[in-house]
């Protein structure tokens, strides 16, 4: 079973466009003859009401397969089911086995892909089976096999340019240039009845403009440039540059009897607009040549299209051919067996090393479903479908994508809001787009309650920190004050970690952590962070990458490495402050005064360094966050080298503990140090001391 001329091979024309036929006749065997004589004439709709009148009277079982498979060639599926249905399920000596083929199909452009599979097989299995019919029976279950599964992406958009841009005809090729939309159309809100040569009822190029969300206006029709009086424009499509537009100019044969000449013809872009077109060469001959579309291969610019030329591999297949100046090509070539089947390929479109096309050859879920395939320099990759949305249980074509890959559009015969006979009888263009994912995080700061206080009160003036933390080294996303309130809103990626740190004057700093990944729609995600008042007057101060602290109150006995209990607590506020940052790396390391021998110095100060790391590990945090190294007298912070004289006070400055971040976060916010009043002996003078934690100098 054939589809219309109108809807394959144009790729543009409607199956409305129907020729006058009298209907002054009215007994069954005069309704047959007309209907006989109509359907001749490319005129289904006549035919098919003519049709059911002589059904009516007669019920004949030839008339009722007639009907059935009118109604499937006028993609009225819903109907076709139905009449393919009662005639299968009646059949009680199995003599319509071929029905149950189209059946299956009507049902699979149902969506109905499980009863479809059994039908299939039911087909496959009777003894009257055509081994034609069955070899695309099983590739048709291999198809519903995939619809069984499919399932749209949550982020992908899909919706019709509605009323005004698509008529209740065909819309087709739609090609996104400078703003404008170009596509094809027969703008007709009816059956299209013609007689000869009256009337104008050809396909014309059209521009709309985008009127808001995804609809748009009315269109306009190009000038007579493009638009030729008497011939029927389709398949237009811009090149990526907007210079140049390439479209096709079809004959029908008198009657309707299918297509005399179709060729692609170019149009270049000057400063008054598009030029007057002339027919390209190089790619046209005595076949159909349809759906041009400019791309690149092998480093040079070709032209894709869709001819039906002698040697191919079957139906329509897609070709390219090199171009060598505008609107002049070289030998066309077809593009091989892993892009083209036995069946029908249609509208090509290239973009980034990628040919999206469509196909009914390979195992689809639809009738024309949208494929890609990779170019990597010398071969295509095997074509795979693209998801359910873009594809549908109908047919699906001219998928066009826009510059960013994230928005474009399709033709379908999906059901829209435009029904001319039925609802899945003509094409409409539809846009696409993949919802750019986004997270909108609004993070409220809070003072800690007091006592008497029944909720955490709103903080204001607080300042918001935001690090991505999804790799090794942090790395700081935005940073917000706000003075006047305590929200602060910022918008995140998907797939994600992050840190959020609040902090503000006289206060201890919140930190939280969470992550987008998994997220597949914009959403909107609500943190807070509680921050505690402290007891006196606090001041903050900031440890960043790779700067020097020192550990205050880190001392060991006279060659020793041993840790003691007054070295204790800041071991412990060190703990404390990578349990805080999970994600944090330190290096500990131990120092010496330039007195004694240099190797000793300094493996005596690698033992004191693992000493200090083996007891923060005891402690639960993982050896892998900790560098332990002893540096022996190579780092002084004073003039104190071998040789100069220095009281113990100076000396005691460079025996020391250290640490340092090396990887996590680019720097954390603790509590500024205080300079020490008194000290104790062996503890350096003049030293800094915190309010909480106490235990840090900076070198």
């Known amino acids: 079973m054939k589809r219309l001329v109108f809807l ?6 409607s199956a409305a466009v129907a020729y006058a036929q009298p209907l002054n006749r009215s007994t069954p065997d005069a309704n047959r003859k007309s209907a006989e004589e109509a359907e001749a004439a490319s005129n289904p709709y006549e035919a098919l009401e003519l049709y059911d009148k002589v059904y009516d009277e007669t ?51 149902n969506g109905k892909y499980a009863e479809a599979i059994d039908m299939f097989n039911q087909y496959i299995n009777d003894s009257a089976a055509d081994p034609g019919l069955v070899t695309l029976a099983k590739r048709e279950i291999a198809g519903c096999e995939i619809g069984k599964k499919a399932k749209q992406p949550e982020n992908l958009i899909v919706a019709n340019l509605g009323k005004k841009a698509n008529s209740p005809q065909t819309e087709s090729s739609p090609s996104y240039s400078g703003g404008e939309l170009y596509y094809t159309s027969l703008q007709s809100k ?71 000449e179709s060729k692609i013809y170019y149009s270049t872009k000057g400063s008054d607009g598009w030029g007057a077109a002339n027919e390209v060469v190089g790619v046209n001959g005595d076949y159909v040549a349809k759906h041009p579309c400019e791309g690149e291969l092998f480093g040079e610019k070709v032209l894709f299209f869709v001819a039906n030329m002698p040697g191919g591999k079957g139906g329509f297949d897609i070709y390219y051919a090199p171009k060598k100046t505008d609107g002049v090509f070289g030998i066309p070539v077809n593009l091989g067996e892993v892009i ?17 096309f469509s196909s009914n050859g390979h195992p689809n879920i639809g009738g024309l479903d949208v494929f890609e395939s990779q170019w990597n320099g010398s071969v295509w990759s095997a074509p795979k479908p693209l998801p359910l949305g873009v594809n549908s249980s109908v047919d699906d074509q001219f998928y066009t994508r826009l510059p960013d890959g994230m928005s474009g559009f399709l033709v379908s015969n999906r059901p829209g809001p435009n029904n001319l006979k039925s609802k899945t009888c003509c094409d409409d263009i539809y846009a696409w787009e993949i919802e750019r ?13 007091r006592r008497g206080e029944k909720e955490n009160p709103p903080l204001k003036g607080c300042t918001v920190q935001i690090y991505d933390v999804t790799e090794k080294d942090p790395a700081r996303v935005d940073e917000r004050t706000n003075a006047a ?48 008042l402290l007891r006196r007057e606090p001041e903050y ?120 971040i090396i990887s996590g976060p680019t720097s954390i916010v603790i509590e500024k140090v205080e300079k020490r009043e008194s000290g104790n002996k062996g503890q350096p003078p003049g030293g800094k001391q915190s309010v909480r934690p106490d235990f840090f100098l900076k070198n």
């Open 8 to 13: 394959v091979t144009l790729g543009t024309l």
């Open 59 to 109: 019920k004949d079982r030839e008339i009722a397969i007639k009907i059935a498979k009118l109604e499937y060639e006028l993609r009225d599926y819903t109907r076709a089911e139905r009449a393919f249905g009662r005639l299968v399920l009646r059949d009680r000596k199995n003599e319509l086995t071929e029905l149950k083929y189209w059946y299956a199909m009507s049902m699979k452009y």
């Open 190 to 260: 009816e059956v299209i009845v013609v007689d000869g040569k009256e009337g104008d009822w050809y396909s014309k190029v059209y521009t709309a403009a985008k009127s808001g969300g995804s609809e748009y206006g009315e269109p306009t029709a190009l000038g007579q440039q493009i638009n030729r009086e008497d011939w029927h424009q389709g398949n237009v499509s811009v090149s990526p540059d907007g210079r140049t537009m390439y479209f096709t100019r079809v004959q029908l044969i008198e009657g309707g009897q299918g297509i005399a």
């Open 340 to 356: 083209n089947t036995d069946a029908e390929e249609a509208s090509p479109f290239y973009q980034d090393g990628k040919l999206y």
């Open 437 to 449: 994912i986004k997270v909108d995080l609004t993070a409220s700061t809070f003072r800690r309650r």
């Open 485 to 532: 309130a305590n929200n602060f809103d910022f918008t995140l990626l998907p797939e994600k970690s992050y840190q959020v740190i609040a902090t503000h004057d006289g206060y201890v700093p919140d930190t939280l952590e969470f992550n987008t990944v998994g997220v597949k729609r914009s959403t909107s995600v609500q943190k807070k962070l509680t921050l505690r």
């Open 541 to 660: 101060d900031t440890i960043r990458i790779n700067e020097p602290i020192r550990l205050s109150n880190i001392y060991y006995d006279f060659n020793k490495w041993d840790i003691r209990p007054d070295a204790e607590p800041d071991l412990q506020s060190l703990t404390d402050l990578l349990e805080q940052y999970p994600d944090m790396k330190i290096e500990l390391s131990s120092h010496t005064d330039s007195r004694g021998n240099d190797q000793y110095n300094e493996e005596l100060s690698q033992k004191r360094a693992e000493s200090a790391r083996s007891w923060i590990v005891a402690k639960g945090v993982s050896p892998d966050r900790i560098v332990a190294k002893g540096y022996g007298e190579k780092q002084l912070l004073n003039e104190c080298a071998n040789g100069v004289e220095c009281t113990e006070e100076q000396h005691q400055v460079n025996r020391r503990t250290e640490f340092k």
